[in-house]
């Protein structure tokens, strides 16, 4: 199995797989799971990461944890299977629910952060361990709301889960400055009250204001303040965690992927991915089965 995610991580998806290819010093990349058929051969580009070195973390997006009823079985299995097809050794999924009555809402949700919630979640996070071989981590979100029923502010909602579960966090630093500006609160006194001490790694992206609202839209540059809170972040850490890059849409020329993803090394301490010379890509790149 590979190990633990480390240094500066992006998340690889196929239009900038060459790019990726093409960039030495990556710590980690993260892939969608449900963009994964591991029945079949993996595309050659990821493949390549994973066999020069680069951990894979598989991210689900449709598992549905706090969905009131249990997670679909055959969605469990491939996320495990995406795990074992990469050797990765911790997978991702998100503290939100995208069904309900056999409908699919098409986007993540935010869970009332009650003690009924957290049963679900617990109970749904314990079916989905049982398949895995690897870790898993769980994401808060980016929301536009909070439901008035709410027992616990974000940071102990979180606390109580992963104590109550044993799972990782994996901690969203553009969603905690979304969730903050959309609520008039203190980006960094909410950071200080999560469970640092239970990070497997984190994200960071892009965003932008529209209709009076900020959106994580991980197809916009990363804001400075953005930056500053993970700046703030590493301060708080006794251990600097895994950062990597999200950008899903609008993906910017190479040498701007690559200066974000310098910026995001210059203040975490960790290495800078960087620029293969012309001709040594890695093999594999521009393939996809």
Do not use: K
Not at 7 to 16: A, F, K, L, N, Q
Not at 48 to 66: K, R
Not at 149 to 176: H, Q
């Amino acid at each position: 199995m590979a190990s633990r995610p480390t240094g500066t991580g992006v998340g690889w998806r196929p239009e900038i797989a060459s790019v990726l290819a093409g960039t030495a010093g990556l710590g980690f990349c993260e892939v969608i799971a449900e963009s994964l058929d591991p029945a079949a051969d993996l595309p050659a580009p990821l493949r390549s990461q994973a066999a020069g070195g680069t951990t894979v973390i598989p991210h689900g997006v449709h598992l549905s944890l706090g969905g009131t009823e249990p997670v679909d079985p055959a969605r469990v299995t491939h996320l495990a299977a995406c795990a074992a097809a990469v050797d990765a050794p911790i997978v991702s999924e998100h503290v939100a629910f995208v069904r309900a009555g056999g409908r699919e809402a098409g986007h993540l949700l935010p869970l009332p952060r009650t003690r009924d919630a957290l049963d679900v979640l617990a109970a749904n996070i314990a079916r989905t361990r049982t398949e895995l071989d690897a870790e898993l981590a769980v994401e808060p979100i980016a929301a536009l709301f909070d439901w008035p029923e709410d027992e616990f502010t974000e940071a102990e909602f979180l606390t109580r889960l992963l104590d109550r579960t044993g799972a990782l966090l994996l901690l969203d630093v553009a969603n905690v400055h979304a969730n903050a500006v959309n609520r008039g609160r203190d980006a960094r006194a909410d950071l200080d009250a999560m469970p640092l001490d239970r990070i497997a790694y984190c994200h960071v992206a892009g965003g932008a204001r529209h209709d009076g609202y900020y959106h994580d839209t991980h197809t916009d540059p990363m804001p400075a303040p953005v930056l500053d809170l993970l700046a703030h972040l590493v301060q708080r850490c006794p251990t600097v965690p895994p950062v990597m890059l999200e950008r899903d849409g609008r993906h910017p020329p190479a040498a701007a992927l690559r200066a974000e993803l310098a910026a995001i090394a210059a203040v975490t301490g960790h290495p800078a991915p960087h620029e293969l010379p012309a001709g040594s890509e890695r093999p594999g790149v521009g393939s996809r089965r």
